[in-house]
Protein backbone atom coordinates (compact mmCIF):
# COMPACT_ATOMS: atom_id res chain seq x y z
CA UNK A 1 0.00 0.00 0.00
CA UNK A 2 1.41 3.73 -0.87
CA UNK A 3 0.44 6.69 0.34
CA UNK A 4 0.77 9.95 -1.52
CA UNK A 5 1.12 13.68 0.69
CA UNK A 6 1.17 16.53 -1.81
CA UNK A 7 2.00 20.26 -0.42
CA UNK A 8 2.81 23.63 -1.46
CA UNK A 9 -0.20 24.38 -3.83
CA UNK A 10 -1.51 28.20 -2.82
CA UNK A 11 -2.77 31.76 -4.60
CA UNK A 12 -0.18 33.06 -6.55
CA UNK A 13 -0.16 36.00 -9.09
CA UNK A 14 0.70 35.93 -12.66
CA UNK A 15 4.01 35.35 -13.98
CA UNK A 16 4.54 34.01 -10.37
CA UNK A 17 6.23 30.71 -8.90
CA UNK A 18 5.23 27.91 -6.44
CA UNK A 19 6.75 24.33 -5.57
CA UNK A 20 4.69 21.55 -5.05
CA UNK A 21 5.78 18.23 -3.44
CA UNK A 22 4.83 15.00 -3.15
CA UNK A 23 6.32 12.53 0.09
CA UNK A 24 4.97 8.69 -0.86
CA UNK A 25 5.25 6.12 1.52
CA UNK A 26 4.54 2.92 1.57
CA UNK A 27 6.57 0.29 3.82
CA UNK A 28 9.58 -0.12 2.40
CA UNK A 29 7.65 -0.06 -1.38
CA UNK A 30 10.47 0.76 -4.16
CA UNK A 31 8.90 3.90 -5.51
CA UNK A 32 8.96 3.91 -9.33
CA UNK A 33 7.57 6.53 -11.88
CA UNK A 34 5.94 9.52 -10.40
CA UNK A 35 3.91 12.17 -12.30
CA UNK A 36 1.86 15.38 -11.33
CA UNK A 37 -1.81 15.63 -13.06
CA UNK A 38 -3.87 18.65 -12.92
CA UNK A 39 -7.77 18.98 -13.29
CA UNK A 40 -9.33 22.47 -13.74
CA UNK A 41 -13.58 22.81 -13.24
CA UNK A 42 -15.23 21.23 -15.87
CA UNK A 43 -12.28 19.33 -17.74
CA UNK A 44 -10.92 16.16 -17.54
CA UNK A 45 -7.45 15.30 -15.12
CA UNK A 46 -4.68 15.64 -17.66
CA UNK A 47 -0.90 14.68 -17.36
CA UNK A 48 1.34 17.76 -16.25
CA UNK A 49 4.76 16.17 -15.88
CA UNK A 50 6.08 12.47 -15.44
CA UNK A 51 9.86 11.20 -13.98
CA UNK A 52 11.33 7.70 -14.07
CA UNK A 53 13.19 6.38 -11.00
CA UNK A 54 16.32 7.17 -13.63
CA UNK A 55 14.55 11.02 -13.69
CA UNK A 56 13.97 11.07 -17.08
CA UNK A 57 11.12 13.13 -17.55
CA UNK A 58 8.14 13.91 -19.99
CA UNK A 59 6.07 17.17 -20.13
CA UNK A 60 2.91 18.13 -21.96
CA UNK A 61 2.88 21.19 -24.38
CA UNK A 62 1.45 23.98 -22.21
CA UNK A 63 3.83 23.74 -19.14
CA UNK A 64 7.24 22.92 -20.89
CA UNK A 65 9.63 25.50 -20.89
CA UNK A 66 7.97 26.78 -17.28
CA UNK A 67 7.46 23.47 -15.05
CA UNK A 68 10.20 21.32 -13.82
CA UNK A 69 9.67 18.28 -12.39
CA UNK A 70 12.53 16.33 -10.04
CA UNK A 71 12.66 13.84 -7.75
CA UNK A 72 14.56 12.84 -4.40
CA UNK A 73 14.66 9.05 -4.19
CA UNK A 74 16.34 8.86 -0.89
CA UNK A 75 12.87 10.82 0.77
CA UNK A 76 10.84 9.34 -1.97
CA UNK A 77 9.40 13.01 -2.80
CA UNK A 78 8.73 14.42 -6.10
CA UNK A 79 8.89 17.90 -7.24
CA UNK A 80 7.14 20.55 -9.35
CA UNK A 81 8.84 23.82 -9.71
CA UNK A 82 5.86 25.67 -11.76
CA UNK A 83 7.78 29.46 -12.84
CA UNK A 84 6.12 32.12 -14.70
CA UNK A 85 2.41 30.51 -13.53
CA UNK A 86 -0.76 32.00 -16.02
CA UNK A 87 -4.28 32.02 -14.97
CA UNK A 88 -5.37 28.70 -17.19
CA UNK A 89 -2.84 26.31 -14.99
CA UNK A 90 -5.41 27.04 -12.14
CA UNK A 91 -6.48 23.44 -11.19
CA UNK A 92 -6.16 20.99 -8.78
CA UNK A 93 -2.75 19.47 -8.51
CA UNK A 94 -2.49 15.46 -7.79
CA UNK A 95 0.25 13.21 -7.47
CA UNK A 96 0.40 9.76 -8.87
CA UNK A 97 2.68 6.61 -8.77
CA UNK A 98 1.96 2.72 -9.98
CA UNK A 99 3.25 0.11 -7.59
CA UNK A 100 0.98 -3.23 -8.96
CA UNK A 101 -1.55 0.03 -9.42
CA UNK A 102 -1.90 3.37 -9.91
CA UNK A 103 -1.88 5.54 -6.81
CA UNK A 104 -3.17 9.17 -5.80
CA UNK A 105 -2.39 11.98 -3.75
CA UNK A 106 -5.81 14.18 -2.26
CA UNK A 107 -4.79 16.94 -4.39
CA UNK A 108 -3.61 20.60 -4.07
CA UNK A 109 -5.38 23.57 -5.12
CA UNK A 110 -3.29 25.65 -7.23
CA UNK A 111 -4.82 29.19 -8.19
CA UNK A 112 -3.42 31.61 -10.46
CA UNK A 113 -5.13 34.99 -10.92
CA UNK A 114 -4.39 37.28 -13.62
Known amino acids: QVQLVESGGGLVQAGGSLRLSCAAS????????MAWYRQAPGKQRELVAD???????NYADSVRGRFTISRDNAKDTVYLQMNNLRPEDTAVYYC????????WGQGTQVTVSS
Open 51 to 57: ITRGSST
Open 96 to 103: WTFWSRAY
Open 26 to 33: GGGVRIGP
